[in-house]
C-alpha cells in the first residue's frame, strides 16, 4: 500500500457559502475528523477540531440555510469541537466521488486552512493512486506533496517525531522550558536528557520545526 498527501484549491462553486469573510471568521485550521453520508435524508453529520474565533463560528453558523444542527463544544479559548447536520450540496457529491474507487481509503483528518484549502491523505493500491489526480474536475487545482509508502500518522504532530525527539520535548516541557516565563534552561534539560547541551539544542529545534510543519501542513 502507498498513500499519498495533497493539497487541493477549491472553485468558488465547491466552497461553502459563508457570506463572512475570511479576515473576519479568523478560522485557522478545521480538521474533518469523522463524517456519515445518510443517503436517504441527503445530509452528513460531522465532527470537526477547529482552531479560530469560537463566537464568530457559531453567529456565521446560524445563517447557513444549508445547516440544519450544529453544536460547539469549547477546548480552550481558541480550540473547539464543531458537530453539524448539514445537506450535501452537489459540490459536495462531486468531491467525495473523486475518492469513491476501489482500492483508495481518505485517511482522517481531512484539514481545511481556508474555505478553499483543502490537506488530504489518500491510502491505496498503486494502480488506484496513479490514476487519482485524473478524477477531479479541472477546476479544483491540486497539488502532489507525497507519494511513499504509508508510514505515518496522518497531521498527527507526534507522529511525526522519533521517540528520542517525543522524549526531549516531554523532558524539555515538564522542567518548564516551554513555561512563559521560562523556569528551566538548555543545560537543566540537557542534564535530564543525558546528553550535551548541543545536542539537547538540536533535538528541541527539530521537535519545534517539525510541530510547525506539522501545523501549517507542510
Do not use: K
Amino acid at each position: 500500500m502507498q498513500s499519498t498527501d495533497l493539497t487541493l484549491h477549491l472553485p468558488e462553486r465547491m466552497q461553502l457559502p459563508i457570506p463572512t469573510p475570511d479576515a473576519e471568521l479568523e478560522i485557522h485550521r478545521e480538521e474533518l475528523l469523522s463524517w456519515h453520508v445518510d443517503t436517504e435524508t441527503e445530509r452528513v453529520r460531522f465532527l470537526s477540531l477547529v482552531v479560530g474565533d469560537f463566537d464568530a463560528v457559531r453567529e456565521t453558523v446560524v445563517d447557513l440555510d444549508v445547516v440544519h444542527r450544529f453544536e460547539l463544544m469549547p477546548i480552550d479559548g481558541d480550540t473547539f469541537y464543531a458537530y453539524a447536520v448539514m445537506d450535501v450540496r452537489a459540490a459536495d457529491e462531486t468531491l467525495l466521488g473523486v475518492f469513491d474507487e476501489p482500492g483508495l481509503v481518505l485517511v482522517p483528518p481531512i484539514v481545511y486552512t481556508g474555505r478553499e484549502t483543502v490537506h488530504v491523505t489518500v491510502l491505496g493500491e498503486p494502480d488506484a493512486l496513479s490514476g487519482l489526480i485524473n478524477r477531479f474536475p479541472e477546476d479544483i487545482g491540486v497539488e502532489v506533496r507525497r507519494v511513499s509508502a504509508h508510514q505515518q500518522t496522518a497531521e498527527t504532530l507526534a507522529g511525526r517525531l522519533t521517540a528520542r525527539q517525543f522524549e526531549a520535548m516531554e523532558t524539555a516541557r515538564e522542567a518548564g522550558y516551554y513555561d512563559i516565563p521560562r523556569t528551566a534552561s538548555l543545560s537543566e534539560v540537557a542534564t535530564a536528557l543525558e546528553c550535551s547541551e548541543s545536542a539537547a539544542s538540536t533535538l528541541l529545534r527539530t521537535v519545534e520545526s517539525e510541530l510547525v510543519d506539522a501545523a501549517l501542513n507542510y
